[in-house]
């Protein structure tokens, strides 16, 4: 394991209600095995990551009990109904030996196709910034705005739009001040930057492959089996 290892929180308390089905989204069948596994196996593979912290809800059946993935341990901790409450409960429960200047990751559990040469990037950027950094990809599409009849009122600029994607990186002191503010706010912040902007904190852009995906509907999972089944097929 690498000396500059950093730990990695995965919120996975969520329902996943937009995708549909009875199952969360995060144990949807992804060629076999839940989407978690997925992801947790991609994160755990990569030398830069020292151990997984993953966020369950209270009432999580399926979580098969994992204590380890390829020789990185795992533990878990419960989350709360939004994301914030989720990741600002999994950096609680890291070891002590994560001190509260140490950078920690944040990951989608829904983004199963993760590139390691994005992570170690982003770990090598984000460690020497001062606030961190988070993958983004540049807006290519254009861009436009609807008005109330949901016709096209305005075309809006693309320059300098970014989309936020994970993992995001920060320390765990920072991180956890952001959330805990937003928490108390009854802010609903979508990603761990968001927070930290919050707070004044401009965590650093690093641009990530756009096959980053989100998992969201049945056709990203199609999608997704696709990408992975051409990852471990020589001839694709």
């Known amino acids: 394991m690498a000396a500059d290892a950093l730990w990695c929180i995965v919120p996975a308390a969520g329902r996943g209600t937009r995708f549909g089905g009875e199952r969360p989204k995060q144990y949807a069948d992804l060629l076999g095995r839940p989407l978690l596994l997925h992801t947790l196996e991609r994160l755990a593979a990569h030398p830069r990551v020292a151990g997984l912290m993953v966020v369950l809800a ?9 204590t380890a993935i390829a020789g990185k341990p795992v533990l878990t901790a419960i989350g709360g109904s939004e994301r914030a409450a ?24 829904a983004r199963p196709l993760l590139r390691a040469d994005d992570l170690g990037r982003l770990i090598d950027l984000g460690i020497g910034d001062a606030v961190g950094a988070i993958l983004a990809a540049p807006v290519r599409d254009t861009l436009k705005r609807a008005d109330d009849d949901g ?14 994607l994970t993992p995001q990186l920060a320390r765990r002191g ?11 706010q009854g802010i609903a912040v979508t990603d761990e930057a968001m927070a930290l902007e919050r707070i004044g ?36």
Do not use: F
């Not at 989720?86 to 559990?109: E, K, N």
């Not at 990203?220 to 990852?231: E, G, H, N, T, V």
């Open 201 to 236: 904190l401009h965590p650093r852009l690093v641009e990530g492959s756009d096959d980053n995906l989100k998992i969201t509907t049945p056709a990203d999972l199609a999608y997704a089996a696709c990408w992975l089944a051409r990852q471990h097929d020589p001839q694709a």
């Open 151 to 164: 016709s096209a009122a305005a075309t809006v600029p693309r320059a300098g739009l970014w989309r936020a």
């Open 86 to 109: 989720s990741v600002l409960a999994g950096l609680r429960a890291l070891p002590d030996s994560v001190a509260a200047d140490a950078a920690v990751l944040v990951h989608d559990a």
């Open 58 to 66: 209270a009432d999580d059946r399926r979580w098969p009990g994992l």
């Open 174 to 184: 920072d991180l956890e001040r952001a959330l805990q503010e937003a928490v108390l």
